[in-house]
């Protein structure tokens, strides 16, 4: 029998229990094991940024635009956009997409995913 790995939210959605996943040769992994090493490459990827720059890092994976994080963060929209360039140079990415995938690999707890009232899941700022 060979090895297989499934996460607890497929058991539940399969409804099986752990005891005949387990009897079955399957190993049962909870979703912290799965994320918990992902999460720090992600956070070892971030480490070079400043504070000021994980600020602004922070805005721009919130959808926020230049002059608004300088209005939030008291600076100018010139800063805010060698802050964001700073910072995009130290990942190594060219994209705003490639940034939030960045930010989300080390904060996963961030990707919410609403269930819509007619079944289809959406993002919450696509409402």
């Given at each position: 029998m060979t090895d297989s790995y499934t996460t607890g939210e497929h058991i539940a959605d399969t409804s099986y229990s752990s005891t005949r996943v387990v009897a079955e040769g399957w190993s049962a992994i909870s979703?912290?094991?799965i994320l918990e090493p992902l999460r720090k490459a992600g956070r070892k990827k971030l480490a070079p940024l400043s504070p000021r720059e994980?600020?602004?890092l922070k805005r721009v994976v919130a959808g926020d635009s230049n002059k608004l994080i300088a209005r939030k963060l008291f600076i100018s929209e010139k800063t805010v956009e060698k802050y964001r360039s700073n910072l995009m140079h130290k990942l190594q990415v060219r994209t705003v997409p490639d940034l939030m995938r960045i930010w989300l690999q080390a904060?996963?707890?961030d990707l919410v995913v609403e269930q819509r009232?007619?079944?289809?899941a959406s993002a919450p700022w696509s409402q």
């Amino acid at each position: 029998m060979t090895d297989s790995y499934t996460t607890g939210e497929h058991i539940a959605d399969t409804s099986y229990s752990s005891t005949r996943v387990v009897a079955e040769g399957w190993s049962a992994i909870s979703q912290s094991e799965i994320l918990e090493p992902l999460r720090k490459a992600g956070r070892k990827k971030l480490a070079p940024l400043s504070p000021r720059e994980m600020q602004v890092l922070k805005r721009v994976v919130a959808g926020d635009s230049n002059k608004l994080i300088a209005r939030k963060l008291f600076i100018s929209e010139k800063t805010v956009e060698k802050y964001r360039s700073n910072l995009m140079h130290k990942l190594q990415v060219r994209t705003v997409p490639d940034l939030m995938r960045i930010w989300l690999q080390a904060n996963p707890q961030d990707l919410v995913v609403e269930q819509r009232s007619n079944g289809g899941a959406s993002a919450p700022w696509s409402q």
